[in-house]
């Protein structure tokens, strides 16, 4: 593993900073600040089930979205600060509550000290554990995860490198999320069932913005073309809600219309892709997804 506090490169931004004495760009320093830890009920019904998905969401964050609907965790890093061994124990009351698996939340910036809390709690954990991140992924990361994660459950944002940089600051974002995915699919191998719950495999996860619904049919034909339709599960989302703050954008501060999400919805059935949908009566600001399979 070659991570150094001091000078911190583990994620694309490769920021450098010194996280023992301050925090990088993801805004975390060296302690583990989580969120919340709890059962979810609101991912695909693959991943929530009946019981609940284990979910711990981590504070901060890389990526840094202007639309992000969750400010105060991913900028503020606001949170509990927990060790290794708390985390490794938070897994396992999780397990002990029957949730499905364990969805590890927005955690790529804390990745040493998760595949720490792993191993640790790995003896006793016996349920899938769920990698839940914005796509953009080094494969510094995913190498530390490989044989830890069971199911990679990653967004695909943007596919235009203009729209990357203005709305998350990274014009590199689909090349590194793409090889991110093929890595991912690489390691979580072909999707495994146990009844409706995904036991291992691939998801991924699209957001369809608004005035940006050719891009995502871009998005999709390099999806399809980077993996095969049956390898891996779509979730195509089309909840996108403007954050409170009006934003210099002149798509953003609106929902998208029915027509933008339906003609990607349908790009992505002619392209065979398989997974979930979404109605679109639940786009607003109290979204509860309701999710459905093709
Ligand atoms: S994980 Fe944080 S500190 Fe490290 S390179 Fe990324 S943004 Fe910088």
Redesign the pocket.
């Known amino acids: 593993m070659s991570f150094h506090a001091a000078h911190?490169?583990?994620?694309p931004?490769?920021?450098g900073?010194d996280?023992t004495k301050g925090v990088?760009?993801?805004h975390?320093s060296t302690e583990i600040r989580i969120a919340r830890a709890a059962l979810h009920f609101w991912e695909e019904p693959c991943i929530s089930g009946k019981n609940g998905s284990g979910a711990v969401f981590f504070s901060g964050c890389?990526l840094g979205c202007i639309f992000c609907q969750n400010r105060k965790i991913s900028r503020k890093a606001v949170g509990k600060i927990v060790t290794v061994e708390q985390l490794s124990e938070i897994f396992l009351a999780l397990q002990e509550q029957q949730a499905h698996n364990i969805n590890l939340v927005t955690g790529s910036?804390y990745t040493p000290w998760i595949v720490q809390a792993l191993e640790l709690a790995k003896p006793k954990l016996h349920i899938p554990v769920v990698w839940n991140c914005g796509g953009y992924e080094s494969m510094e990361i995913l190498h530390m995860l490989d044989g830890l994660v069971d199911i990679y459950l990653p967004d695909l944002k943007f596919y235009e490198a203009g729209t990357a940089k203005a709305y998350a600051g990274c014009p590199d974002y689909f090349t590194v999320a793409a090889k991110a995915i093929a890595e991912m699919h690489r390691q979580a191998g072909t999707l495994r069932w146990k009844g409706a719950l995904l036991q291992r495999g691939l998801m991924v996860r699209h957001l369809v913005l608004p005035g940006h619904r050719k891009e995502s049919i871009a998005l999709l034909h390099q999806l399809a073309e980077l993996l095969p339709a049956d390898a891996f599960l779509l979730s195509l989302m089309g909840q996108y809600t403007p954050p409170e703050q009006h934003l210099e954008d002149p798509f953003l501060n609106r929902r998208i219309a029915t027509f933008e999400y339906e003609s990607v919805r349908k790009c992505a059935v002619q392209l065979g892709l398989n997974g979930y949908g979404q109605d679109r009566s639940s786009a607003t600001a109290s979204y509860t997804p309701d999710f459905w399979i093709e």
Do not use: F, V
């Not at 911190?8 to 994620?11: A, R």
């Open positions: 911190c490169t583990l994620c931004r490769r920021c900073a996280r990088g760009l993801c975390c890389a910036h």
